[in-house]
T-cell receptor, first 116, second 115 residues
Framework: AQKITQTQPGMFVQEKEAVTLDCTYD???????LFWYKQPSSGEMIFLIY??????QNATEGRYSLNFQKARKSANLVISASQLGDSAMYFC?????????????FGEGTQLTVNP | EPEVTQTPSHQVTQMGQEVILRCVPI?????FYWYRQILGQKVEFLVS????????KSEIFDDQFSVERPDGSNFTLKIRSTKLEDSAMYFC?????????????FGPGTRLTVT
């Protein structure tokens, strides 16, 4: 079975600084995908970034980048130049392609607060 | 930009009552999902649906739950006899394909409160 662990219940960062949100995962399957979602206080789930297990390069999407370290089974999200609007809950999720079909398995989440 | 919509945004119901949560997935998407998030907890997978049938379900999705695509646009989750522990945010999601590296687009959620 697959598992996602986010060990930081809460993180604080100053506006305009970078912040790293940690995510580790556990699976024995070689083929999987890792996702990050943002959940603002309004409740919706917003897709941010995706990394495939066979991707050679770390994924980037604007101010978001994913620090993928396969040997360590970590997929940390880096947000550069934090903005007040980045304050939200962030979830790391995984899908194992062969065994779990289409389901996403989520971590516990990290509440990010950006201070002015 | 196309988006997943859900109605109602908030539903209050009494224990033992049936509820139907409605979703309109993105129009060219073929795979549909329901997830739930109990307050303060992580998001949990309930069920996935493709080609008018359930393709996968979790242990949470017991006989009290059912899903349906009654027409070409709506996707519904029915809870037959609600329990207090069914109180949660329910998210509908959809995706264009079902395998490989693709994102699932989530709706804004329906907050279900069972009293």
């Amino acid at each position: 079975a697959q598992k996602i662990t986010q060990t930081q219940p809460g993180m604080f960062v100053q506006e305009k600084e970078a912040v790293t949100l940690d995510c580790t995962y556990d699976t024995s399957d070689p083929s999987y995908g890792l996702f990050w979602y943002k959940q603002p206080s309004s409740g919706e789930m917003i897709f941010l970034i995706y990394q495939g297990s066979y991707d050679q390069q770390n994924a980037t999407e604007g101010r978001y980048s994913l620090n993928f370290q396969k040997a360590r089974k970590s997929a940390n999200l880096v947000i550069s130049a934090s903005q007040l609007g980045d304050s939200a809950m962030y979830f790391c999720a995984m899908r194992v392609f062969e065994t779990s079909g289409s389901r996403l398995t989520f971590g516990e989440g990290t509440q990010l607060t950006v201070n002015p | 930009e196309p988006e997943v919509t859900q109605t109602p945004s908030h539903q209050v119901t009494q224990m033992g009552q049936e509820v139907i949560l409605r979703c309109v997935p993105i129009s060219n998407h073929l795979y549909f999902y329901w997830y739930r998030q109990i307050l303060g907890q992580k998001v949990e997978f309930l069920v996935s649906f493709y080609n008018n049938e359930i393709s996968e379900k979790s242990e949470i999705f017991d006989d009290q739950f059912s899903v349906e695509r009654p027409d070409g646009s709506n996707f519904t989750l029915k809870i037959r006899s609600t329990k207090l522990e069914d109180s949660a945010m329910y998210f509908c999601a959809s995706s264009r394909v079902g395998l490989g590296g693709y994102e699932q687009y989530f709706g804004p959620g329906t907050r279900l409160t069972v009293t």
